[in-house]
C-alpha cells in the first residue's frame, strides 16, 4: 500500500476499472487543467470514469477476458490438433477430462439435439475459471507492475473481469439472447408468444368468462416476462456477487500487511487460507454459470405441447 494513502483510498483505487471515455468541452479535471474540446482519455479518478457515462469503456476487464478467452482457444486448439489416441498424458489427459466432464454435465441436463450446446458449455466453464482465477494473484502485483509501466502512481488496473458487472452481466445478456433465439427457433414466433401469454395460467376461451381472458393474459404476460429477465440478471449477478466478495477479502487482508510485522505475519496466514478456500469459490462459480446456461438452453427448446 503507497505510504500517502489511507486505507479507504487503498481499498477504492483497487475496486476502480482503468476506464476509457469522453470528457466534455469544458471540463475541469482533478488536476486542473480545463478542457478547450471534447477528449477521449483515461480516467484520473473513480469521479472522471463516473462522469464519462455510458460510452466508457473497461480497457482492464475487455483486455483481460480477450486475453484469457485467447489463451483458453490457442492451448484446447493446440491440444486437440496434437491429439492421438493413446493412452492420453500430460495436458492432453487434463483437456480430456475436462472436455468429459463438461460433456457429461450438458447430456445430463440437456436432453435434446443441438452441436452447439456443448462447446458453448465448454467455453463458458473454462473462460470463467480463467477470469476467476486471476483472483488467486496477490491484489498488489500486477497493478503496481501496470503504475509503474505507466509512470503513473495513481493508474487504475483491475486483473479480475469477473469483478466487474459489466462483464459478468455481459455474458448473461449473450446466453439470454441464445435464450430467446432457440425459443423463437424451436417454437416459431406465435408460439414464443403464446408462451408468454398463455402460461401458466390458461386464458378462459368460452362462455361470459371469455371476457376475462385480456386480464389473465395480462397477468401471464407480467409473471412470464418477470421470470425471462431476472434469469440473465441472476445469472451475471451471482457470479458478479462471489467474485466481488472475495476480491475484497483480498484487498482487506492486504491491509495488513502495512499495520507492522505481527499484522503482516497473522495476513500471510489469512490470505493463504482464504486463497485455497477461494479455490473452491472459484470453480463452483464457473460450473454454476455453466450449469444454468445448460439449463436455460435447455428450457428454450422445451416445447409445452409435447407433455
Same mark, same amino acid.
Given at each position: 500500500?503507497?505510504? &500517502?494513502?489511507?486505507?479507504?483510498?487503498?481499498?477504492?483505487?483497487?475496486?476502480?476499472?482503468?476506464?476509457?471515455?469522453?470528457?466534455?468541452?469544458?471540463?475541469?479535471?482533478?488536476?486542473?487543467?480545463?478542457?478547450?474540446?471534447?477528449?477521449?482519455?483515461?480516467?484520473?479518478?473513480?469521479?472522471?470514469?463516473?462522469?464519462?457515462?455510458?460510452?466508457?469503456?473497461?480497457?482492464?476487464?475487455?483486455?483481460?477476458?480477450?486475453?484469457?478467452?485467447?489463451?483458453?482457444?490457442?492451448?484446447?486448439?493446440?491440444?486437440?490438433?496434437?491429439?492421438?489416441?493413446?493412452?492420453?498424458?500430460?495436458?492432453?489427459?487434463?483437456?480430456?477430462?475436462?472436455? &468429459?466432464?463438461?460433456?457429461?454435465?450438458?447430456?445430463?441436463?440437456?436432453?435434446?439435439?443441438?452441436?452447439?450446446?456443448?462447446?458453448?458449455?465448454?467455453?463458458?466453464?473454462?473462460?470463467?475459471? +480463467?477470469?476467476?482465477?486471476?483472483?488467486?494473484?496477490?491484489?498488489?502485483?500486477?497493478?503496481?507492475?501496470?503504475?509503474?509501466?505507466?509512470?503513473? &502512481?495513481?493508474?487504475?488496473?483491475?486483473?479480475?473481469?469477473?469483478?466487474?458487472?459489466?462483464?459478468?452481466? *455481459?455474458?448473461?445478456?449473450?446466453?439470454?439472447?441464445?435464450?430467446?433465439?432457440?425459443?423463437?427457433?424451436?417454437?416459431?414466433?406465435?408460439?414464443?408468444?403464446?408462451?408468454?401469454?398463455?402460461?401458466?395460467?390458461?386464458?378462459?376461451?368460452?362462455?361470459?368468462?371469455?371476457?376475462?381472458?385480456?386480464?389473465?393474459?395480462? !397477468?401471464?404476460? !407480467? +409473471?412470464?416476462?418477470?421470470? +425471462?429477465?431476472?434469469?440473465?440478471?441472476?445469472?451475471?449477478?451471482?457470479?458478479?456477487?462471489?467474485?466481488?466478495? *472475495?476480491?475484497? !477479502?483480498?484487498?482487506?487482508?492486504?491491509?495488513?500487511?502495512?499495520?507492522?510485522?505481527?499484522? *503482516?505475519?497473522?495476513?500471510?496466514?489469512?490470505?493463504?487460507?482464504?486463497?485455497?478456500?477461494?479455490? +473452491?469459490?472459484?470453480?463452483?462459480?464457473?460450473?454454476?454459470?455453466?450449469?444454468? &446456461?445448460?439449463?436455460?438452453?435447455?428450457?428454450?427448446?422445451?416445447?409445452?405441447?409435447?407433455?
Amino acid at each position: 500500500m503507497a505510504g &500517502s494513502q489511507t486505507s479507504t483510498e487503498y481499498i477504492q483505487h483497487h475496486l476502480q476499472n482503468w476506464t476509457y471515455g469522453k470528457l466534455p468541452a469544458g471540463y475541469t479535471r482533478d488536476t486542473g487543467e480545463v478542457l478547450t474540446a471534447d477528449t477521449w482519455t483515461s480516467a484520473h479518478t473513480a469521479q472522471e470514469a463516473a462522469d464519462m457515462g455510458f460510452s466508457a469503456v473497461h480497457v482492464d476487464t475487455l483486455g483481460w477476458s480477450i486475453f484469457l478467452g485467447a489463451l483458453f482457444c490457442f492451448f484446447f486448439s493446440r491440444m486437440a490438433n496434437r491429439a492421438s489416441a493413446e493412452v492420453p498424458k500430460g495436458f492432453q489427459s487434463f483437456v480430456e477430462l475436462v472436455v &468429459s466432464f463438461v460433456d457429461t454435465t450438458v447430456k445430463d441436463t440437456f436432453h435434446y439435439s443441438n452441436r452447439l450446446i456443448a462447446p458453448m458449455a465448454l467455453t463458458i466453464f473454462c473462460w470463467v475459471f +480463467l477470469m476467476n482465477l486471476m483472483d488467486l494473484i496477490p491484489v498488489d502485483w500486477l497493478p503496481l507492475a501496470a503504475q509503474s509501466v505507466a509512470g503513473d &502512481s495513481h493508474f487504475f488496473f483491475k486483473v479480475v473481469p469477473t469483478t466487474d458487472p459489466n462483464a459478468t452481466l *455481459g455474458m448473461a445478456i449473450g446466453v439470454f439472447l441464445l435464450m430467446i433465439f432457440f425459443s423463437i427457433q424451436q417454437k416459431g414466433f406465435i408460439g414464443f408468444i403464446k408462451e408468454l401469454t398463455f402460461h401458466p395460467f390458461a386464458p378462459p376461451t368460452k362462455g361470459v368468462a371469455i371476457l376475462l381472458a385480456p386480464i389473465m393474459i395480462a !397477468i401471464n404476460f !407480467i +409473471l412470464e416476462f418477470v421470470s +425471462l429477465i431476472a434469469k440473465p440478471i441472476s445469472l451475471g449477478l451471482r457470479l458478479f456477487g462471489n467474485l466481488y466478495a *472475495g476480491e475484497m !477479502i483480498f484487498i482487506l487482508i492486504a491491509l495488513m500487511f502495512s499495520a507492522g510485522l505481527i499484522m *503482516g505475519i497473522f495476513g500471510g496466514v489469512l490470505q493463504w487460507a482464504w486463497a485455497v478456500f477461494h479455490i +473452491l469459490v472459484i470453480a463452483l462459480q464457473a460450473f454454476v454459470f455453466m450449469v444454468l &446456461s445448460t439449463v436455460y438452453m435447455a428450457m428454450a427448446h422445451d416445447v409445452h405441447d409435447e407433455h
